[in-house]
């Protein structure tokens, strides 16, 4: 039985490439309430540049898992893999492109932790349709 309360939270190390290379934490966000969504949120010292990507992405569990063996993604988050040891997540916006290399086994192991508390397939279980309605109607 899966705990629907759980939110699992995962801090990672990785290299943010923005025209210079600098070491960056991450910390990953998994809702089982958010269904198939994910939440990254970069810590880098990224406020200081007024062109910096914003600090938090939600991207596309599914995304990401595909990304570790096969190039994905058309828009914002675009990942492929770099090596069998690292995974390029590409954060895309109009004035500045930024390329996080993370360790793959890192991401498979939360990936991993992710679809024990949320099975793929059961992603649409798991989000509150109802309420979802209610603030659209807000």
């Known amino acids: 039985m899966r705990n629907r309360n759980a939110i699992l939270r995962c801090e990672l190390t990785a290299v943010l490439v923005t025209g210079q290379c600098r070491p960056a934490r991450l910390d990953l966000r998994h809702d089982p309430a958010e269904g198939y969504g994910l939440v990254l949120r970069i810590r880098a010292g990224l ?4 062109a910096s990507l914003p600090p938090i992405w939600r991207l ?5 898992d595909a990304g570790l063996t096969v190039p994905t993604g058309t828009g914002d988050v675009r990942v492929r893999p770099l090596s069998e040891d690292w995974t390029l997540v590409e954060l895309v916006r109009p004035r500045v ?3 996080l290399v993370v360790g793959t086994a890192d991401l498979r192991g939360f990936l991993a932790e992710t679809y024990r508390i949320t099975p793929r397939g059961a992603e649409q279980c798991a989000v509150d349709w109802d309420e979802e309605l209610r603030a659209l109607d807000g």
């Open 47 to 50: 406020d200081d540049d007024p």
């Open 97 to 99: 492109t930024a390329i």
């Open 60 to 64: 596309s569990r599914d995304l990401l």
